[in-house]
């Protein structure tokens, strides 16, 4: 079964970085697109970066030149590295993967990592 694991949050003060991890495993990785989401206390869960398959990013507005995300297809990993953190990028960070299965799509998002940006 499709499973995905993160690790690397922590606390971080304003300015510092942080390196997430999320290793996966039950699927074909290198076909799958890979996504990094958080979710926030009070606010809805929002995406924050994306890598399609053959490599192209896309990342929302709020992270723009300071996140990066990448993938190793040899070790079926997909990598944040988050520079110049501020207190709003606290929140817990759950990486994803949509497959589909006939006509449906299913969503399946790892345990999530804590991440919190504080002095």
């Known amino acids: 079964q499709v499973r995905l694991v993160e690790s690397g949050g922590g606390l971080v003060q304003p300015g510092g970085s942080l390196r997430l991890s999320c290793a996966a495993s039950?699927?074909?990785?290198?076909?799958?697109?890979m996504n990094w989401y958080r979710q926030a206390p009070g606010k809805e869960r929002e995406r924050v970066a994306s890598?399609?398959?053959?490599?192209?990013?896309n990342y929302t507005d709020a992270v723009k030149g300071r996140f990066t995300i990448s993938r190793d297809n040899a070790k079926n990993t997909v990598n944040l590295q988050m520079n110049s953190l501020k207190p709003e990028d606290t929140a817990v960070y759950y990486c994803?993967?949509?497959?589909?299965?006939?006509?449906?799509?299913?969503?399946?998002w790892g345990q999530g990592t804590q991440v919190t940006v504080s002095s």
């Open positions: 994803n993967t949509r497959r589909a299965i006939g006509r449906l799509i299913y969503n399946y």
């Open positions: 039950g699927f074909t990785f290198s076909s799958n697109a």
């Open positions: 890598i399609t398959a053959d490599g192209s990013t």
